[in-house]
C-alpha cells in the first residue's frame, strides 16, 4: 500500500481513538489548481488527494478530454516538475456511477459505468466513491434505494477487477449519496436538512447486504467513509456555514459505529474555525472544488486589471471579455445555474460560488487570452501598491504574474490544511 492509500485507510481507526486527522480533497483539472495543492502538500507534508468526477474524467474523455489513465498522467507530469513524489498522490474518482449516460436505458448506462470504474481502478484510483443514485430514462423517480445499492456493489465489482488488472493495491471505498448539487445549488440557499443518523445507518446496511450479496464482503471491509449532508453547501450567492450543532447526532452516531468516518462534499468557501469543526466531528475528508478555481478567477481577473496598468498595449478587461464571448457561444454550462436580469445573470456567470467559468478555461480561446496576460507580465516585478489595489489579500505573495496566480489558490486551500492538521 502507498503512503497516500494508507493515510486514507488509516483515518477511521485514528477518530475511533479519539484523534482528529482530515484529508483535503481536491476535485479539479486545472493545472494551475494541481499545482498548487501540491505545492501545499509538499510544504504542510500532507498527502495530496486528487480527485476526477464521472464527468470530467471518464473512458469517452468526459469534458476535459481525459480518460482516467490520461488524468493520472496529467497530474503525474506536474508531480514530477515539482519532484514531488507520487507515491504520496492519493488518485480519488468522485461520483463514479452511470451520470453522464442516466438519460439513457439504466442498463446500458450502468454497462458504461462499470466500464469506467473498472478504467479508474486500473489506472492506479485507490479512492472510489461508489455513486449509483440517478435515476436513469426507464428507472423509477426517486430510484429505490435498494436499486442504488445494488448498482453500487456492482461498480466495486467492477473496481476490484480493475485494481487488479492494474497491479494496485485493493481499492477503498466511499459510499452514499446524500450529497448537495456537484458544483453546487442553481439558486439562493436558507436552510440545508442535515442526514439522520437512522438514514446513514440504513445506508450502510443496506450496501453491507449488497456487497455480502455479490460476495464482496472483502471489499465492503475497505469502506472507509460515508457521504452524508452535514448542512454545508453553497448557491451562486451565499454560502450555508457549518453550524456543529446541526450535526451533533451525526457525531455521536459515527462514534458508536466505529469504522468509517463522513465525507462532507461542497464544503468550499467554509472558514477555518467551520471546517476544523467538521474535521472533529468526523467528516474527516474535506472535498473542495469550484472554491479553488473561483481563487483563481480573482486572481486572473486581478492580473487582467494589473497588466492593463503596467503593460503597454494591453486592454483592460481583455480576460473577461474573452471568457464572456466564449460563455455566451455555448451556455450549456451556466444556463441552469443562473437567473434574474441580464446583468444579474451575467454577474451570477463572472463571479457565483458555483464558479461557472471554470468549465470554459480548458477552451482554446481561453487558453490563449491566459497566455496573453502572463505574456504581457512576463518578468515584471508587480509594484507592491498595485497587488494592494487588485489582489489586497495577496501583498505578501511574491510579485510575478504566475507566483500570485498559485499564491491565491494556497490562500483558498490554506483553510483546510489548517483544519486536517488537528
Excluded at 325 to 342: E, F, I, K, Q, R
Amino acid at each position: 500500500m502507498t503512503p497516500a492509500l494508507d493515510a486514507l485507510a488509516r483515518l477511521p481507526a485514528a477518530h475511533d481513538a479519539g484523534r482528529h486527522p482530515g484529508l483535503t480533497s481536491v476535485c479539479s483539472a486545472h493545472p494551475l489548481v494541481i499545482r498548487a495543492a501540491l505545492t501545499e502538500a509538499a510544504t504542510t507534508g500532507a498527502v495530496a488527494c486528487i480527485e476526477a468526477t464521472c464527468n470530467q474524467v471518464n473512458q469517452d474523455g468526459g469534458y476535459t478530454g481525459m480518460t482516467p489513465a490520461d488524468f493520472r498522467g496529467f497530474v503525474l507530469r506536474i508531480a514530477a516538475s515539482l519532484s514531488f513524489p507520487a507515491d504520496r498522490i492519493l488518485f480519488g474518482g468522485d461520483h463514479l456511477g452511470p451520470n453522464p449516460w442516466r438519460r439513457g436505458p439504466a442498463a446500458a448506462a450502468m454497462a458504461k459505468a462499470v466500464t469506467m470504474t473498472r478504467a479508474y481502478a486500473a489506472a492506479g484510483f485507490g479512492k472510489i466513491h461508489l455513486d449509483a443514485s440517478m435515476s436513469c430514462a426507464d428507472d423509477p423517480t426517486p430510484l429505490p434505494a435498494e436499486t442504488m445499492a445494488a448498482r453500487a456493489a456492482q461498480l466495486a465489482q467492477a473496481a476490484e477487477q480493475g485494481a487488479q488488472e492494474g497491479g494496485h493495491p485493493p481499492p477503498r471505498f466511499i459510499i452514499g449519496t446524500e450529497v448537495p448539487v456537484p458544483g453546487g445549488a442553481a439558486e439562493h440557499l436558507e436552510t440545508l436538512i442535515v442526514t439522520s443518523p437512522a438514514d446513514a445507518a440504513e445506508t450502510l446496511a443496506l450496501q453491507g447486504r449488497a456487497f455480502a450479496a455479490a460476495g464482496l464482503q472483502a471489499a465492503f471491509g475497505r469502506v472507509v467513509a460515508l457521504v452524508v449532508q452535514p448542512g454545508v453547501e453553497f448557491g451562486q450567492e451565499n454560502v450555508i456555514p457549518f453550524v456543529p450543532e446541526g450535526a451533533r447526532d451525526l457525531t455521536r452516531a459515527r462514534t458508536s459505529w466505529g469504522g468509517v468516518v463522513f465525507e462532507a462534499h461542497s464544503t468550499d468557501y467554509q472558514t477555518t474555525a467551520a471546517l476544523t469543526e467538521l474535521v472533529r466531528g468526523g467528516f474527516a475528508i474535506l472535498k473542495v472544488g469550484p472554491g479553488l478555481t473561483f481563487a483563481l478567477r480573482e486572481a486572473l481577473y486581478g492580473l487582467d486589471l494589473i497588466a492593463a496598468e503596467i503593460a503597454p498595449g494591453y486592454a483592460p478587461r481583455t480576460l473577461p471579455q474573452t471568457m464572456e464571448v466564449l460563455m455566451l457561444s455555448d451556455p450549456g454550462d451556466w444556463a441552469a445555474y443562473c437567473h434574474g436580469t441580464a446583468t444579474d445573470q451575467r454577474l451570477q456567470r463572472h463571479f457565483g460560488y458555483s464558479d461557472r467559468v471554470r468549465y470554459y478555461w480548458t477552451r482554446p480561446q481561453a487558453q490563449r487570452a491566459v497566455d496573453a496576460l502572463f505574456a504581457a507580465l512576463e518578468g515584471r516585478r508587480i509594484p507592491e501598491t498595485l497587488i494592494s489595489q487588485y489582489l489586497p489579500r495577496l501583498t505578501r505573495a511574491e510579485p510575478l504574474a504566475p507566483a500570485l496566480a498559485l499564491a491565491a489558490i494556497r490562500l483558498a486551500l490554506a483553510p483546510y490544511s489548517a483544519a486536517c492538521a488537528i
